[in-house]
């Protein structure tokens, strides 16, 4: 805590004689707190590093020594006297004396106002030696760090301490209660994901060293969060995560936050195509992800056949197609088809009877048909499309 007084005095020759001396004490409050139950004037007042006429400057009115609970009371802010002399026919220019006081924590300044030049409002307090083209703003609350508060707004570490520069290397300077600077004007965040190549799946960046190159679902990683904290939350054995995530490291010692790891992987992928034999034009590609229930994918009479990659991890490489009526895979049913990896399968009515095709790796002998605990609707006298 410390207290800070700046001294601004106005002295000019008086013309003629004073006759009455004017004072007029103002109080502009930065930061503001309740007190508790048993607090006293003192006892506040030593708390936040002031001393008890400090405190009483900063609260006018106030009655001391036993303060009222849950009632705030002013702890950093500006004090300023401004007295004037009058004379019978001119005066003397006001002496104005202003005093800030402030902890090591917290900064006073004057009340919200848009900031000269850039037509951005700044709300204050401020970092200190914040940039002054800066566009948006974090209020720092006690436990944040400058990694915690990059991570939330997805920026590099050196961004945020180029923005809020007394923060300093190793983020010793960041202060509580005040407004750090989250980005500036003209910034532009770097693509927050990529097409991965080959497999269909966006992928966000930047990603954990390592991660396998068939990776299908995501979670980035906060700062402390822990190899079993994330695999528990995805539903995945913290084994899994660590074959997914090799660099992690059996100890988790190598698992970097402000990056994605990967959570899931494909189940498979495939292709499906206008035409029956699964050449021509693709309609569209697909990757299911593994432990999912599967994909909809609407077809609007437009696939012909589909294509399935020859790897990935259904069981005995069976994928099951579901037929449906409308889009979205809803309407009515028109059953089960079941085809293999790395094979073309053509579909069903060559594609002219349902709009929409559900995808899942499962067993034939599993489904509800087999089961004989379902039954699907009758094939459509007519195409539907």
């Known amino acids: ?26 109080v502009i409050c930065s930061f503001s707190t309740a007190a508790s139950n048993g607090n006293t004037c003192q006892s506040f007042a030593g708390a936040w590093g002031l001393t008890l006429d400090q405190f009483v400057s900063l609260n006018p009115g106030l009655s001391c020594p036993n303060l009222v609970a849950g009632h705030s009371y002013c702890v950093v802010g500006t004090v300023s006297t401004v007295t004037t002399t009058s004379t019978t026919s001119s005066s003397t220019p006001p002496v ?19 900031k000269p030049g850039n037509g951005i409002t700044t709300p204050t307090p401020i970092q200190p030696d914040m940039v002054s083209n800066c566009d948006a703003f974090y209020f720092v609350k006690k436990g944040d760090t400058c990694t915690k508060i990059a991570s939330q707004y997805k920026l590099s570490l050196s961004d945020f301490q180029t923005w809020n520069p007394k923060v300093g290397s190793d983020c010793t300077g960041l202060w509580a209660n005040t ?54 939350k995805n539903g995945i054995s913290l084994e899994r995560f660590l074959q997914w995530n090799p660099q992690a490291g059996s100890d988790c010692a190598g698992l970097w936050a402000n990056a994605y790891a990967c959570v899931g992987i494909i189940s ?104 004989k605990t379902c039954t699907y609707d009758p094939e459509p006298p007519n195409n539907l499309c």
């Open 96 to 114: 104005t004396t202003s005093t800030t006081l402030s902890d090591s924590t917290k900064t006073a300044s004057t009340t919200t106002a848009a």
């Open 268 to 371: 498979y992928s495939l292709k499906s195509y206008y035409h029956t034999d699964c050449t021509g034009d693709v309609h569209n590609t697909v990757s299911i992800v593994d432990g999912s229930n599967g994909m909809c994918i609407d077809t609007g009479c437009a696939v012909g056949s589909v294509d399935v990659a020859l790897g990935g991890l259904c069981p005995r490489g069976q994928v099951q197609l579901s037929y449906w009526e409308n889009p979205g895979c809803i309407g009515k049913w028109f059953g089960y088809g079941y085809m293999s990896r790395g094979q073309c399968h053509k579909m069903w009515t060559e594609g002219w009877k349902f709009k929409s095709l559900h995808l899942r790796c499962t067993r034939e002998q599993d489904d509800c048909v087999n089961q």
């Open 1 to 26: 805590m410390h207290r800070k007084g700046i001294f601004a005095l106005g002295l000019f020759p008086t013309l003629l004689s004073a006759r009455e001396l004017h004072s007029r004490r103002s």
């Open 179 to 232: 407004y750090a600077c989250v980005s500036v004007i003209g910034y532009s965040p770097p693509p927050t994901s990529t097409l991965s190549s080959g497999n269909g799946i966006q992928t966000p960046t930047p990603t954990q060293p390592g991660i396998v190159n068939n990776c299908a679902k995501f979670q980035f990683i906060q700062n402390g969060d822990t190899c079993a904290n994330v695999a528990s």
